[in-house]
Nanobody
């Protein structure tokens, strides 16, 4: 079965940095569009970043552009989200998503809390 496992979340002070990881198994990783979403309590789920397989094309939400960088390591079937200059409004559960032409798969999420 397909499984996505996120890690790297935690508590960080404003202005700090974290790197999230998403390890995939049970799929041909290079065939999937990979995305990061986040959802804060009482808020709708928001697309944060995405990267195409075998491509340098990346996209970011305006709220994180210039602060977050998404990358993928196909050899390790892993995607990353490097987050810098973190703000309290970045606090959310962050979810990994894998998408092919007809199917979406989701990880369980990892909590990121930005607070002093």
């Amino acid at each position: 079965q397909v499984q996505l496992v996120e890690s790297g979340g935690g508590l960080v002070q404003p202005g700090g940095s974290l790197r999230l990881s998403c390890k995939a198994s049970g799929l041909f990783f290079t065939r999937y569009l990979m995305k990061w979403y986040r959802q804060a309590p009482g808020k709708v789920r928001e697309l944060v970043a995405s990267v195409f397989s075998s491509s340098t094309v990346r996209s970011y939400a305006p709220s994180v552009k210039g602060r977050f960088v998404m990358d993928r390591d196909d050899a390790e079937s892993t995607v990353y989200l490097k987050m810098e200059s973190l703000k309290p409004e970045d606090t959310a559960v962050y979810y990994c998503n894998a998408q092919d032409r007809i199917t979406d798969y989701w990880g369980q999420g990892t909590q990121v809390t930005v607070s002093s």
